[in-house]
């Protein structure tokens, strides 16, 4: 059923090219059954919230669809998954995902919060800089701008509605915050390594660039949180 699943959400995503595609399933799949390894979770409703977790993506089909999960209980119907378990699935996909953090939506079952945490991984480290700089080309934005800062305490109406002015900005306004977003040990542990990678590349970034203006900055930003 699980393999099923995959083959559907393959489909759905394997054209993506803004970060959203089937590799970053596959490591949050990868993550989380990780997570759950140590967390001792049911690794089946896991992997299956893991899978479904951006099919319904409002930056990829629609408020209408993110809101009504379409794509994933299409997929759940058509690959005769339990109705209980769908109904776990769906309550933790209304629930992950950065911009339902911003709202005060939070997931409630440990299967959540692990795929959640596993999600949040992905946009830190390498990975999450790649992730990054592909979803900015895609919307014709720089990857940094010496002259446009940050928007600080980003409002969950003005996240939805925008793409960052850069990824730089998008790191800022997010990325660095995923730290402390994370529900599970196994997340806690992960994102504190990631996160570093993240902090070190923008130092490098900033000294290449002459940017002392953007250390200050930086400084200050970890200092403040």
């Given at each position: 059923m699980i393999e099923k699943v995959k083959a559907k959400v393959s489909e759905l995503l394997?054209?993506?090219?803004?970060?959203?595609?089937?590799?970053?399933?596959?490591?949050v799949l990868e993550l989380s059954l990780k997570f759950a390894e140590k967390e001792n979770r049911n690794k089946e409703i896991v992997s299956?919230?893991?899978?479904?977790?951006?099919?319904?993506?409002?930056?990829?089909?629609?408020?209408?669809?993110?809101?009504?999960?379409?794509?994933?209980?299409?997929?759940?119907?058509?690959?005769?998954?339990?109705?209980?378990?769908?109904?776990?699935?769906?309550?933790?996909?209304?629930?992950?995902?950065?911009?339902?953090?911003?709202k005060g939506c939070c997931p409630t079952?440990?299967?959540?919060?692990?795929?959640?945490?596993?999600?949040?991984?992905?946009?830190?480290?390498?990975n999450g800089i790649l992730r990054v700089y592909t979803y900015s080309l895609k919307n014709g934005k720089?990857?940094?701008d010496k002259n446009i800062f940050p928007?600080?305490?980003?409002?969950?109406?003005?996240?939805?509605?925008?793409?960052?002015?850069?990824?730089?900005?998008?790191?800022?306004?997010?990325?660095?915050?995923?730290?402390?977003?994370?529900?599970?040990?196994?997340g806690r542990d992960e994102a504190k390594n990631r996160h570093q990678i993240i902090v070190d590349f923008l130092y490098?970034?900033?000294?290449?660039?002459?940017a002392q203006e953007w250390e200050k900055y930086l400084n200050l930003y970890l200092?403040?949180?």
């Open positions: 394997n054209k993506d090219d803004s970060g959203h595609g089937m590799e970053h399933v596959n490591r299956l919230i893991a899978l479904l977790h951006d099919v319904d993506d409002y930056k990829l089909f629609g408020i209408d669809n993110a809101e009504n999960l379409t794509n994933a209980k299409r997929i759940m119907d058509d690959c005769n998954v339990n109705r209980k378990i769908q109904e776990q699935v769906c309550l933790a996909l209304n629930n992950i995902g950065y911009s339902k953090r911003l079952t440990l299967e959540g919060k692990i795929v959640s945490d596993a999600d949040m991984c992905d946009a830190l480290g390498a720089p990857f940094f928007i600080e305490d980003i409002s969950a109406e003005k996240y939805t509605s925008r793409c960052a002015d850069s990824s730089v900005c998008h790191i800022f306004e997010k990325i660095l915050k995923l730290k402390d977003l994370m529900l599970t040990t196994s490098h970034l900033f000294a290449e660039e002459n200092i403040e949180r």
